[in-house]
């Protein structure tokens, strides 16, 4: 079977669990070295860790998306391991119980959902890239990065004021670090997933999931491998000139 990620190296944050873990298994599977970083081992939804599972075909390494040092870790092993990265997936977020509406909302809050989502992107974009534009390209390409926002970083969702901030963040950041690194070769592209089921049932509050099923059209909620399909094609020679772009993966919500 023709795989599309052969030989290529990866770095995927938030890896452990969710879509992170379904984007670095899918990676894998289609060839690459994946070098995962996460807080946490053991998946939030159960089962074997992302670390088992991928075997000889990655690794796991103890990193906080937020930090500098730490991204540069996985950067730094990916390139180790295979000379170069080919894909940065900045995945990693936030939201639980940080996120809130607007008057409910501490600084202590809005400044652990931006550490995460906003900054981790940011540095985690600012480390790869550093690296991508040092390399020779691979076809016309010398390195692809791949943003997780959401749906709710292009909409105002009731009640996540610095959630839907931070991912807004990172849907511009998106374009602007898309622009200014286009003409020496890297692509830099966001993935909006819509509600995916993620975590374990128990952690789905039901009036959450009420609300997703009221506005996704299609007949049922995200699964992470919805996103996978979604990240394997901006990190595959199938996306060459696609670039700049926040690929909608919800079901329809944003049809709506
Ligand atoms: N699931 C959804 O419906 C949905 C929708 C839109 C956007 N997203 C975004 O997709 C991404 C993944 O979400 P998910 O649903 O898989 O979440 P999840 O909570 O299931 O998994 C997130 C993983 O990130 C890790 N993580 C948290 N803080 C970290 C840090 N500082 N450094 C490194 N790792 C850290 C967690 O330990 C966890 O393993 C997030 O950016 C989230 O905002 C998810």
């Not at 030989?7 to 690459?32: K, M, N, Q």
């Not at 540095?123 to 390399?135: F, H, I, N, T």
């Not at 390409?141 to 997780?148: E, L």
Request: charged content about 25%; overall charge negative.
């Amino acid at each position: 079977m023709e795989v599309r990620l052969s030989g290529r190296t990866a770095v995927v944050t938030g890896g452990a669990s969710g879509l992170g873990r379904a984007i670095a298994l899918r990676f894998a599977d289609e060839g690459a070295f994946v070098v995962v970083g996460d807080v946490r081992r053991e998946p939030r939804e159960g089962g074997a860790t992302t670390e088992e599972l991928l075997g000889d075909r990655g690794q796991f390494l103890e990193a906080d998306a937020s930090r500098w040092d730490d991204l540069d870790r996985l950067v730094s092993t990916a390139v180790e391991r295979g000379g170069r990265l080919d894909v940065m997936v900045n995945n990693a977020g936030i939201a639980g119980r940080y996120s809130k509406p607007l008057l409910e909302t501490e600084e202590e809050d809005w400044d652990a959902i931006m550490a995460v989502n906003l900054r981790g992107v940011f540095l985690g974009c600012k480390r790869a890239v550093g690296q991508m534009v040092e390399q020779e390209p691979v076809g016309e390409v010398r390195g692809r990065v791949v943003n997780i926002s959401s749906q709710h970083g292009m909409i105002g969702p009731p009640g996540h004021v610095a959630y839907a901030a931070s991912k807004g963040g990172v849907v511009n950041l998106t374009r602007q670090v898309a622009v200014d690194y286009g003409p020496r070769g890297v692509l830099v592209n966001a993935v909006a997933p819509g509600k995916i089921l993620t975590g374990s049932p128990e952690q789905q509050a039901p009036e959450t999931l009420a609300y997703s099923h009221a506005r996704t059209p299609f007949h049922r909620l995200g699964r992470p491998d919805d996103v996978a399909g979604a990240a394997l094609f901006l990190a595959s020679d199938d996306s060459g000139y696609v670039s700049g772009i926040n690929l909608l993966v919800d079901g329809g919500w944003m049809a709506y």
